[in-house]
Nanobody, 126 residues
Framework: QLQLVESGGGLVQAGASLRLSCTASGRSLANGAVGWFRQAPGQEREFVAAIRWSGGGSFYSNSVKGRFTISKEYAKSTVHLQMESLKPEDTALYYC???????????????????WGQGTQVTVSS
């Protein structure tokens, strides 16, 4: 059973940076993809970014493209989400997720991911 643990959230001011990390254990991520989603109070969960563990391919939502960078660290089975130029509207609970056999057309859909972490809070003050 794959387990995911997020870390790195916190409270920052607008314009600051944060790096979230998601560490996997219990199962290889080979042939899988890791995605980051976020959910603000009263809003639906939304796609942020995703990366294929084997081979290339990273994907971003329009709202974070150019500000967030997703990367992977094979030796630690960890995926990072580097967030720059944070805005108050980035405030949310950020979830790490993983799925296998995802085609590009489904990689931004939360129902395509079978495994989820507990989430880490990111709060950006104005």
């Amino acid at each position: 059973q794959l387990q995911l643990v997020e870390s790195g959230g916190g409270l920052v001011q607008a314009g600051a940076s944060l790096r979230l990390s998601c560490t996997a254990s219990g199962r290889s991520l080979a042939n899988g993809a890791v995605g980051w989603f976020r959910q603000a109070p009263g809003q639906e969960r939304e796609f942020v970014a995703a990366i294929r563990w084997s081979g290339g391919g990273s994907f971003y939502s329009n709202s974070v493209k150019g500000r967030f960078t997703i990367s992977k660290e094979y030796a630690k089975s960890t995926v990072h989400l580097q967030m720059e130029s944070l805005k108050p509207e980035d405030t949310a609970l950020y979830y790490c997720s993983a799925g296998y056999g995802l085609i590009a057309g489904r990689i931004s859909r939360d129902d395509a991911y079978a495994y989820w972490g507990q989430g880490t809070q990111v709060t950006v003050s104005s």
